[in-house]
């Protein structure tokens, strides 16, 4: 079989390694020049695995499959000629699932899934069962085929990029966050969002699970197109699955008898938001027939991931939290109404038709200045400098020291971009990883 690859970063590469193990004929090719892929070549050309930089010839179409990368668009030249030829177009998600008989936690949702991901699969370990993250997280799903024993349960982060190439992928416990608008420059719609969202659950049956967020219209009414046992999660509702009552979790099931699970206050994690996430993950792990109190001992002992509300230090009694992976308005809207101390806000970068107004209430109560960066900054500095101490900086370094500058002992530094990275870094960990170094430099 002759298999093409488009896109030659991580996800692509442990396709291609995949296909190779399969013993297909593979061919990556990648748009990106050659001098910006220098190690993707080097390691293709130690595989022994042919390959073409700089554009998408031909060469791409003499294929009997091709496997998608995350983030190549449905207008991608090499894509719409490859499904007017009838090549089956997948993405690299389709492709590993096909050869793995793991049970499988799917997790989306435009806000939350890599931090649901690590604590769902925490707690999976702490419940005394085999778990490993996988997907949008950072290790390939590709990677895992043949490399994790069947018994392991595989957590997956799942983007709508992934999920749009889907045919065939079926998790065992699926479970969408929220939806708001987002890459729609990808989608080209809202609507062509929801529904690529929503395709995680429309291959499972009456033996799965699906969890929805009862508070999120667009996740809930996921429910419409599911085969799967429904489980909610709430923290304004009442609902059959887990909510919150009294500043406790409460765990329902379907004949609406009750138990509550742990008080709000022992949580690892800060926020209204995480305790939507980690009610999420409870419901994923009661799929498993786990123990509660197994469940209350990981969800106290969770401390989160890198870039997403991490606390990096603490300077003068200043503390300063990277949330660089916050990268549209409604992950800082979660930011911003976390914490009870004055915030100090560095935001900024690429905006994707960015409209701040749903900011403007968090902004008012809870943020003392605004330091603004990148190629939003005027867009940033215009909405509030009427109302809030508003600065302008040049680069990550410059409004570190500047945020360092305004805050005083027990006020909060967050740096919530509410914007991508690709002005100024080639990827939001690469930028949280140079927040954190600046604040350690102070």
């Known amino acids: 079989m002759r298999v093409t690859i488009i896109g030659a970063a991580k996800s692509g590469l442990a396709a291609a390694e995949l296909a190779q193990r399969q013993g297909h004929t593979v061919f990556v090719s990648d748009a990106k020049t050659q001098e910006a892929s220098l190690q993707s070549i080097a390691h293709l050309q130690e595989l022994g695995i042919d390959h073409e930089f700089g554009a998408h010839t031909d060469a791409a179409l003499q294929s009997d499959l091709i496997i998608l990368s995350p983030g190549v668009p449905p207008t991608n030249p090499v894509r719409i000629e490859a499904e007017r030829q009838g090549i089956e177009v997948i993405g690299e998600l389709e492709y590993a699932s096909r050869f793995l008989t793991n049970p499988i936690v799917a997790i989306t949702g435009t806000n939350g899934k890599t931090t649901t991901t690590a604590l769902t699969a925490h707690v999976l370990q702490g419940c005394g069962k085999k778990a490993v993250t996988a997907g949008n997280i950072g290790t390939p799903l590709s990677s895992l085929v043949g490399n994790v024993s069947e018994a392991t349960i595989i957590?997956?982060?799942?983007?709508?990029?992934?999920?749009?190439?889907?045919?065939?992928f079926r998790p065992a416990v699926s479970m969408?966050?929220?939806?708001?608008?987002?890459h729609l420059s990808y989608h080209g719609t809202f609507s062509n969002y929801v529904h690529s969202k929503w395709k995680i659950v429309r291959n499972q049956n009456e033996n799965d699970v699906v969890i929805l967020n009862a508070d999120d219209a667009n996740a809930a009414n996921a429910a419409?197109?599911?085969?799967s046992m429904v489980r909610f999660f709430s923290t304004e509702h009442d609902v059959e699955g887990a909510f919150i009552r009294g500043g406790e979790i409460?765990?329902?099931?379907?004949?609406?008898?009750?138990?509550?699970?742990?008080?709000l206050r022992r949580l690892g994690l800060p926020g209204v938001h995480n305790a939507a996430n980690s009610m999420a993950a409870t419901l994923a792990a009661r799929a498993?027939?786990?123990?509660?109190?197994d469940?209350?001992?990981?969800?106290m002992s969770f401390n989160g991931v890198e870039h997403r509300l991490e606390n990096t230090r603490i300077v003068k009694g200043v503390r300063f939290i990277n949330d660089s992976k916050a990268t549209n308005i409604n992950a800082t809207w979660y930011a911003l109404s976390s914490y009870d101390r004055p915030i100090v806000w560095i935001a900024g970068g690429r905006g994707d038709n960015n409209d701040y107004v749903s900011l403007n209430d968090l902004v008012a109560d809870n943020v003392k200045a605004i330091v603004c960066i990148g190629e939003e900054a005027d867009a940033i500095f215009n909405h509030w400098c009427t109302t809030k101490r508003c600065v302008k900086a040049a680069t990550l370094e410059e409004a570190v020291r500047a945020a360092m500058d305004i805050a005083v002992a027990d006020e909060v530094v967050l740096f919530s971009p509410a914007c991508k990275s690709f002005d100024m870094f080639a990827n939001f960990e690469e930028?949280?990883?140079?927040?954190?170094?600046?604040?350690?430099?102070?």
């Open 176 to 182: 969408i966050l929220n939806i708001t608008p987002d």
């Open 295 to 299: 469940i209350r001992d990981s969800l």
């Open 250 to 263: 409460i765990l329902r099931d379907k004949q609406h008898s009750e138990e509550t699970l742990m008080s």
């Open 155 to 168: 957590v997956t982060e799942c983007s709508s990029y992934q999920l749009d190439s889907t045919v065939t």
């Open 431 to 442: 930028r949280g990883r140079a927040f954190k170094q600046f604040v350690t430099q102070l």
């Open 288 to 293: 498993f027939e786990v123990r509660n109190e």
């Open 224 to 227: 419409s197109v599911a085969r």
